[in-house]
C-alpha cells in the first residue's frame, strides 16, 4: 500500500530555489530592467547623461550578474548540494537591486518636480508589485527586495515630510503598501509550498508505482517461469530426463486429433528392457538405474524430427511418438535403436538371450480414424511387444 508522504524540509527549499530562478529570474530581471529603462527617459532632461548612463551601466552589471549566478546555481544542480550559500547570495543580490531603487529615488527625488517624483516612485512600486508573482516563492527573497527597495524610501520621505507637503502621506502610504505586499506574500508563499508539497508527493507515487509495477512484472515473470518449472517436473522424468506417462498421453492426444484432421500417419514404439529383473538382482539397483540412464540417452539420439517424443512409461518400459511415420519409417527407428542398444555393450551375465543389454520392441502404425482412442495405440503396441517378448525377445513385433 502507498503512504502519502511530506516532502523532507530540506528538498522543498531545494525546489523553492529551483523554482525560483528557473521562472523567477527572467521575470524579475526583466521588471528591473524595463523600470531602469523608464527611469532613465524620465530623468534625462534633469540630470547629465554620462551619469544616467554610467547608472543605467551599473545597475544591468548588477542584473547581470545576478542571472549568471543563478544560471550557474541551476547548471551545476548547486541549489541542491549548497543550497543555504546560494540562498543567502541570492538575498544579497536581491537587496542590492532593492537599494540601488531606494538609493535613486532617495537621490534625485528633491530635484525633480512633483509630479516626476511621483513617476519615478511609481516605476519602484511596479517592479516590487510585479516582483510579488515571481520571487514570492521563496518569501525572504522577496521581502529583502520590498524592504530594501521601499522601506528605506517611506522612512526618508516621514524624515523630510516638512519638506514637501505630500511626503507625510507618501511614507505613511508606502508604509501601507509594505505591510500590505508584506501579508499579501505570506499568503501567496504558503500556496506556493503546498504546491510543491503536493507535486513532490506525486512524483513520490509516481515512483513508488512504477517500483511496483516493476516488481511486479518481475514478480509476474518469476511466476511464469516457476510455472513453467512445474510443468517440466510434472512431464519429465526424474531418473531419465526424458518425458513420463502424462506426457505421453497429452502427446497422443494432440497427435491423434491432428493425424484425423490431415488424414496422416501416427507410429507407436514400446520398448522393454529384455530381463532388467535379473539385471537388478544381479549388479544392483545403482547399476540398473544407470541403464534406464543410457537407454533414455540412446532414445533421445535416435529421436532426431522434429514432434517426435521419447519418454519413458514406467519401470523398464519406454515409448516412442512419431508423428508423421509409416511402419516402414516406424521399423527402421526400430532397428536403429535395437543397434545402438547393441552398441552401447552393457554387460548382462544374467540374461537369457544375449551378454549384453538388448531390448524387445513393439511397433504400431495407424491412420487414426474418428474411433481411435489414444489409449487403444498403447495397449496394441503392448500387444505387439507381448509378442516382440514371446519370440524369444531382442525382437522387433509390428501390429
Not at 255 to 273: F, M
Request: charged share 20%; aromatic share 8%; hydrophobic share 50%.
Amino acid at each position: 500500500m502507498i503512504y502519502l508522504r511530506n516532502i523532507p524540509e530540506e528538498e522543498l527549499f531545494s525546489a523553492q530555489l529551483e523554482l525560483l530562478m528557473q521562472h523567477g529570474r527572467v521575470a524579475s530581471m526583466m521588471a528591473n530592467l524595463i523600470g531602469a529603462v523608464a527611469a532613465m527617459a524620465l530623468l534625462w532632461p534633469y540630470f547629465d547623461t554620462q551619469v544616467l548612463l554610467l547608472w543605467g551601466f551599473g545597475l544591468m552589471i548588477l542584473l547581470l550578474l545576478r542571472s549568471l549566478y543563478m544560471s550557474g546555481a541551476l547548471a551545476d544542480r548547486r541549489y541542491i548540494r549548497r543550497p543555504k550559500r546560494v540562498f543567502w547570495l541570492l538575498l544579497l543580490g536581491s537587496a542590492a537591486t532593492g537599494f540601488v531603487w531606494s538609493g535613486t529615488y532617495i537621490f534625485v527625488g528633491p530635484h525633480l518636480p512633483v509630479t516626476l517624483q511621483y513617476l519615478l516612485l511609481l516605476i519602484v512600486v511596479m517592479i516590487a508589485a510585479i516582483s510579488l508573482a515571481v520571487m514570492v516563492v521563496v518569501r525572504e527573497y522577496f521581502l529583502v527586495f520590498v524592504f530594501s527597495a521601499l522601506w528605506p524610501i517611506a522612512w526618508w520621505c516621514l524624515a523630510h515630510f516638512w519638506d514637501q507637503p505630500h511626503n507625510l502621506l507618501l511614507g505613511l502610504l508606502l508604509l501601507a503598501l509594505t505591510g500590505l505586499l508584506v501579508a499579501a506574500s505570506n499568503g501567496i508563499h504558503d500556496t506556493f509550498r503546498h504546491m510543491l508539497s503536493l507535486n513532490w508527493q506525486q512524483e513520490a507515487m509516481a515512483r513508488e508505482l512504477g517500483q511496483i509495477t516493476n516488481s511486479l512484472r518481475d514478480r509476474n515473470v518469476q511466476l511464469q517461469e516457476a510455472r513453467r518449472q512445474l510443468t517440466d517436473l510434472a512431464n519429465i522424468d526424474e531418473l531419465t530426463g526424458l518425458g513420463n506417462r502424462r506426457l505421453v498421453n497429452q502427446t497422443l492426444r494432440e497427435e491423434v486429433n491432428r493425424a484425423r484432421r490431415s488424414h496422416g500417419w501416427l507410429s507407436v514404439i514400446l520398448i522393454d528392457v529384455d530381463f532388467f529383473k535379473k539385471y537388478n538382482d544381479t549388479y544392483g539397483h545403482p547399476a540398473g538405474d544407470e541403464v534406464l540412464r543410457r537407454i533414455g540417452d540412446i532414445m533421445q539420439r535416435a529421436t532426431a524430427r522434429a514432434g517426435e517424443v521419447a519418454a519413458r512409461y514406467g519401470g523398464e518400459e519406454f515409448i516412442l511418438v512419431l508423428p508423421g511415420a509409416k511402419a516402414a519409417d516406424a521399423i527402421r527407428t526400430a532397428e536403429r535403436l535395437q543397434r545402438l542398444v547393441s552398441e552401447e555393450n552393457i554387460p548382462h551375465s544374467a540374461s537369457d538371450v544375449s551378454d549384453r543389454i538388448s531390448i524387445s520392441q513393439g511397433v504400431l502404425s495407424i491412420m487414426p480414424d474418428e474411433d481411435v482412442d489414444p489409449g487403444v495405440l498403447v495397449d496394441r503396441a503392448d500387444a505387439a511387444l507381448y509378442e516382440a517378448k514371446r519370440d524369444g525377445r531382442d525382437k522387433i513385433a509390428v501390429v
